[in-house]
């Protein structure tokens, strides 16, 4: 089973990248049509000439609006639109990308997190360490495109409307220098930002707490536009998308006790600033 699991996530490795090249030969073709060389569709959309080579070869994901605009300024008649969620999908590990989707369509989010501060948090600079460190060791390239895609996720905080986002974070995590001591105030300070929007709470789970509802590790909550209630299951690299219910309610029921346990947010924010200030 494992070694079929393995063919299936190189082939959907194969297909994201299939994917890219193809569109980036489209995008190449309109952009001759058009009679512009790559640095002049770079000036015209805010792009270096490398980086539209980069495009053009499939080395790096073009995000949505880049598509957008380039399609209209390129008179494609929406040829380079109609690639574009599946453009979108190819930026993720294959595991993730079901989640990915169904992240994008949810109005609720609810997230529990144990060893790393979840990547809708994620500043660069701490996505780039983690992803450096990753066993077995990603190329550059590879770290450099999953960096954009955790970034490329954060949009949904200027989603309009946005989406509800509730997380409860282990003080473990806060207390982890991922990426090193400047790297790691960064994230705090950035997380106590990110917790002062409206529709997000934070909150952390302290390390002195003897009850604890969450060991048998973290999960993700989902609510869909149409109200589908999804949960997410990752480890290991091993990912599942749960829609039964009585799975779902569980969870459910499992996270409204860990924001019980935890501290409440404004105690929450009040231990990341200490952590800022004794470091």
């Given at each position: ?17 299939g ?22 569709l ?131 995590v ?15 300070e ?6 002062e ?14 009850e ?5 590790g ?5 609510e ?23 799975k ?32």
């Amino acid at each position: 089973m494992e070694e079929q699991r393995q063919q299936v996530d190189g082939q959907e490795q194969e297909a994201g990248a299939g994917i890219l090249h193809v569109f980036g030969r489209q995008l190449k073709l309109c952009r001759e049509r058009a009679g512009l060389d790559r640095a002049e569709l770079g000036s015209r959309t805010g792009y270096s000439a490398s980086t539209i080579a980069s495009f053009e070869q499939g080395r790096r994901i073009p995000p949505p609006r880049f598509i957008d605009n380039v399609d209209e300024l390129l008179d494609a008649g929406g040829l380079l639109k109609a690639g574009k969620e599946e453009v979108a999908r190819a930026q993720y590990p294959a595991f993730f990308r079901d989640a990915a989707r169904l992240e994008g369509e949810a109005v609720e989010i609810h997230l529990y997190d144990t060893h790393l501060v979840n990547g809708l948090l994620q500043t660069e600079e701490y996505a780039r360490a983690v992803f450096a460190m990753w066993q077995p060791l990603l190329d550059e390239a590879i770290i450099e495109q999953r960096v954009a895609a955790r970034l490329a996720r954060q949009e949904i905080f200027t989603r309009r409307p946005g989406p509800h986002l509730s997380f409860v974070i282990e003080e473990a995590v806060l207390l982890r220098p991922i990426g090193g001591k400047t790297t790691w105030r960064g994230q705090l300070e950035h997380l106590m930002l990110l917790a002062e929007k409206r529709n997000v709470v934070v909150q952390v789970m302290p390390l002195a707490r003897q009850e604890h509802a969450g060991l048998a590790g973290p999960f993700t909550l989902m609510e869909t536009r149409d109200e589908r209630r999804i949960a997410y299951t990752e480890v290991q690299g091993d990912s599942r998308v749960h829609t039964e219910r009585q799975k779902v309610r569980g969870l459910e029921r499992t996270y409204g006790i860990l924001r019980a346990q935890a501290l409440t947010p404004t105690d929450s924010l009040a231990l990341i600033e200490k952590l800022l200030g004794e470091r």
